[in-house]
């Protein structure tokens, strides 16, 4: 079994910052990309951030330049800061990763429950 669970997030004004984080646990025999996804009330989850292993990133060009993805392979953790938020930005964000778990022959996509982050103007 595999978790992941974010935290950080919250309530800023616009132009404030927050930095989520992910950590993922359990029978992990490897991660290969992670990400970051959010949902919005009445629209579809979307592609926030994605990292690969290798540290490749892209990002939707709704964030690009103001917010970063990393990670720490060791300690299979991945982070995005946020800068300059707008209201925008408000949503549930999921944290998401592509992981090859112990006794398991194919990689599976797990996610986190979500971290509510609200941007108010």
């Known amino acids: 079994q595999v978790q992941l669970v974010e935290s950080g997030g919250g309530l800023v004004q616009a132009g404030e910052s927050l930095r989520l984080s992910c950590l993922a646990s359990?029978?992990?025999?490897?991660?290969?990309?992670m990400g970051w996804y959010r949902q919005a009330p009445g629209k579809q989850r979307e592609l926030v951030a994605r990292?690969?292993?290798?540290?490749?990133?892209n990002y939707a060009d709704s964030v690009k330049g103001r917010f970063t993805i990393s990670r720490d392979n060791a300690k299979n953790t991945a982070s995005l800061q946020m800068n300059s938020l707008k209201p925008e930005d408000t949503a549930v964000y999921y944290c998401n990763a592509v992981c090859n778990a112990e006794g398991s022959w194919w990689p599976y996509t797990y996610w986190g429950q979500g971290t509510q982050v609200t941007v108010s103007s």
């Open positions: 359990g029978s992990i025999r490897s991660i290969d990309a």
């Open positions: 990292i690969s292993k290798g540290g490749i990133t």
